[in-house]
């Protein structure tokens, strides 16, 4: 099999060390679904010299991807692909949006679909009255036929009507789009925490396993609270991805 791996696709006047182009450029490659899940990474003796970089950084590079949980080192096989793990910017977008530009086949289960009082935390976040009526939303959400995360979302009852097969078609910033109500800034907190046992038995997972956090409430440019997110996603399949620069 050719190797999709070019061998100009090292910068050695970069600031960026070699051995995390190596890995981004093998990350990418896995993302994009050109090395598949089980294929074979080459051998590092193979891989360096094709790349013109030291076995050292190669095996690094490896390492790298491999404490990541996209890559897995297997005694008399090599070191194989095990899952293009989900990586998501950190901007206003849904995770619905971000798995559909990345081709990751996203699918939804309406879990719950109800109008509920609003308790304390959701009532703060929203900037409403406790008690006050909302649109309370339970969600699991796979990409490429694996579940992926539990999503939990609060929005105001009077914003729109939803179904469960508007939910299950569409993300949710789609349909408050479409009714007119954009999200234009947000604030967002990310956090860890391990599974409990129901959430590892609808994640796949078992339990006390690591699981990504996420709380976020949008704003439209008016400054109306348009939505309240908690969600948690399954840390051996996802991550967070943050674009930093000085000011």
């Known amino acids: 099999m050719t190797s999709p791996i070019r061998p100009a696709e090292v910068d050695r006047s970069s600031p960026v060390p070699l051995y995390f182009q190596v890995a981004t450029r093998l990350q990418q490659l896995i993302e994009k679904g050109e090395i598949g899940v089980g294929d074979r990474i080459e051998n590092e003796v193979d891989l360096a010299e094709r790349l013109g970089v030291s076995r050292p950084t190669t095996r690094r590079a490896i390492q790298y991807l491999v404490e990541r949980g996209m ?50 935390e959701v009532a703060a976040a929203l900037e409403i009255d406790l008690g006050t009526e909302v649109t309370w939303i339970e969600r699991l959400r796979y990409a490429g036929g694996e579940p992926l995360a539990i999503m939990h979302n609060a929005i105001p009852v009077d914003l729109l009507r939803l179904s469960d097969r508007d939910l299950a078609e569409h993300g949710l910033y789609e349909l408050l789009r479409r009714a007119g109500f954009v999200p234009r800034i947000a604030t967002q907190v990310i956090g860890a925490r391990s599974a409990g046992a129901t959430e590892a038995r609808i994640l796949a997972e078992k339990r006390g396993a690591s699981l990504l ?11 109306r609270a348009l939505e309240y997110g908690s969600h948690v996603y399954r840390a051996s399949r996802y991550s967070f991805e943050l674009n930093l620069s000085a000011g």
């Open 71 to 120: 890559l897995i080192r297997k005694r008399g096989v090599g070191t194989q692909v095990v899952h293009p793990k989900v990586r998501r910017p950190v901007e206003l977008s849904s995770l619905y949006d971000d798995l559909r530009t990345a081709d990751r086949a996203p699918r939804t289960d309406v879990l719950k679909l109800e109008v509920v009082p609003a308790d304390g």
């Open 213 to 223: 956090t996420m709380t976020r409430t949008a704003w439209d440019a008016g400054g």
